[in-house]
């Protein structure tokens, strides 16, 4: 009896932030995605084009995922810009930034309190910044069945190949083959998925 109802109140509860979410997409005039889950709060900022598959799942609080969630999911689509997030894919407390073009394929693990920005947010010149100039941006690509881990930072301008994995708190700076293992900071292939042993 007590397993059903707290069952139920988890329930209610998750239908209540996809409520919200939803009365956010339509503010922002994006369209919702058929089959979104969302449990906890999500800042969402529409300026561009948003195009999100089915059946994405997006957690921002820590009672749905205990691994550490440590802040609200964050989408950002600035204007003229087009972030596209596949089908199946899911989040728990990321941020993705988005001020050009951003890809995320479909199946794609983004793991706890990662980010995904394709801009610099500042120039890096001192005067650049004092006068307005504008960041540089890059596009950002993640192909289908990507594991990012936990507080992976994925930088502009960069692809991340089908069905590799990028180890916790790894920095990508460049490229990831398909089909690989990348760590560090900045990340490098350590391992083809595609070897044995």
Known sequence: MIRQLVALL????????TTKARIQFYLRGASWPRGL???????????????IGADVSIV????????????PTQIVVGA?????IGAGSGFSGGSVYCMERIEIGRNVLVGINCRIWDSDFH??????????????????TI??????????IVLKGVRIGARSVVAARSVV??????????????????KSLLSKG
């Open 10 to 17: 988890r329930a209610s509860e998750v239908g209540y932030w």
């Open 37 to 51: 889950t969302v449990k906890g709060p999500l800042g969402l900022s529409c300026q561009g084009k948003l195009e």
């Open 60 to 71: 921002s609080l820590s009672k749905f995922n205990r691994t550490g969630v440590n802040h």
């Open 80 to 84: 003229g810009a087009y972030l596209s």
């Open 123 to 140: 120039p890096l010149e001192a005067v650049d910044r004092s006068s307005g100039k504008p960041a540089n941006t890059a596009p950002v």
């Open 143 to 152: 192909e289908d069945n990507v594991w990012l881990g936990a507080d992976v």
């Open 173 to 190: 700076t460049k490229d990831v083959p398909a089909d690989s293992i990348a760590a560090g900071t900045p990340a490098k292939p350590i």
